[in-house]
């Protein structure tokens, strides 16, 4: 935290000094900041404050802490700020302040209350982490669906799940897991530096596993075991299941509460499924088959597969 003033330095630098903010040297004075942008971001974050400073100074300081590679955000509620509530990546103005501030900031606090602002910043943290959670879940199925049918649906013409297998399948998953995983607490990083990088050195590698895993258990089925469609079919559906519920636990990096909350909520789906194949009408339904002794084992190869390989594969690459 630091505070851009126009008073004078010795005032500015003693204020901040009281509300505890934090600088190991004094304040800086703004007709004196260094013009070279690395040598006024060292400058700037040993000081608590810098007084006497102008617009173009605030938004050089800003443009200084940006370049570096921070997130920085600019609190401001009069003209002078403008500059720099504009370069700041967070512009937060206030809603006492003047009518242009309020214009070029991100949020406006109505009532000048600061203290909303931890909050604010926090929850926004935590819906950066769980989006990047679920695009790795969504992406995940992506990419083993794209491998079954490119593997099974094309040589064959037929794919290993009907529609409505795929359903439950990717409710129990993906659907209830996803949207319970996007609102939920979270920890751990939050900045979504390479994004995309990050979710495909999970998802790729994920996704791929899983989808050997389904291809072997089915096949296994269909002409090793020579068994009928619908009970192929219900292999490779048991197989997707087992693998998604795999994800989910894998997904989560914390530890306590929270990584036990997401086991009972992986124990509660793998129960739900097992329902739609003991109700008779969800069975029949979802076309599912009650599990021979010769589906359990091909469908125990295929999760066996899919999920070994998936952990051996991330664990490999450091995800």
Not at 130 to 153: C, P
Not at 200 to 213: H, L, N, Q, S, Y
Not at 228 to 239: K, P
Request: overall charge positive; glycine content about 10%; aromatic content about 6%.
């Amino acid at each position: 935290m630091k505070v851009l003033s126009g008073d004078a330095p010795a005032t500015v630098g003693a204020i901040a000094h009281d509300a505890g903010v934090p600088g190991a040297a004094p304040a800086l004075d703004g007709d004196a900041l260094p013009t070279e942008p690395a040598a006024l971001r060292e400058a700037v974050l040993a000081a608590p404050a810098v007084g006497r400073i102008s617009p173009e100074g605030k938004r050089a300081i800003v443009a200084a802490l940006a370049d570096a590679g921070r997130y920085v955000a600019m609190v401001g509620d009069g003209v002078n700020d403008v500059p720099a509530l504009k370069q700041a990546r967070l512009g937060i103005a206030q809603g006492s302040g003047a009518q242009m501030s309020r214009s070029v900031a991100d949020l406006v606090l109505v009532r000048d209350d600061f203290g909303v602002v931890p909050g604010m910043v926090a929850e926004g943290r935590q819906i950066l982490r769980n989006i990047q959670r679920v695009a790795k879940l969504f992406v995940t199925k992506t990419v083993f669906t794209a491998i079954v049918g490119l593997a099974v649906a094309i040589p064959t013409g037929t794919f290993p799940l009907l529609p409505r297998q795929f359903t439950i399948a990717s409710t129990v998953t993906i659907g209830i897991p996803a949207f319970l995983l996007a609102l939920s607490p979270s920890s751990g990083p939050w900045r979504p530096e390479r994004f995309l990088q990050s979710v495909a050195r999970f998802a790729i590698p994920a996704g791929v596993a899983i989808g050997t895993g389904i291809i072997a258990g089915y096949l296994l089925a269909r002409y090793g075991f020579d068994l009928n469609l619908t009970r192929s079919r219900t292999v490779a559906t048991g197989i997707v299941v087992v693998c998604g519920l795999a994800v989910v636990i894998r997904l989560e990096t914390g530890h306590g509460l929270r990584r036990l909350a997401i086991a009972g909520l992986c124990v509660l789906m793998a129960l739900l499924f097992a329902l739609a194949l003991i109700i008779p009408f969800l069975r029949n339904f979802y076309e599912l088959a009650t599990p021979t002794s010769e589906a359990i084992a091909a469908w125990a190869l295929g999760t066996t597969i899919g999920v070994g390989t998936m952990l051996g594969a991330l664990r490999l690459l450091r995800v």
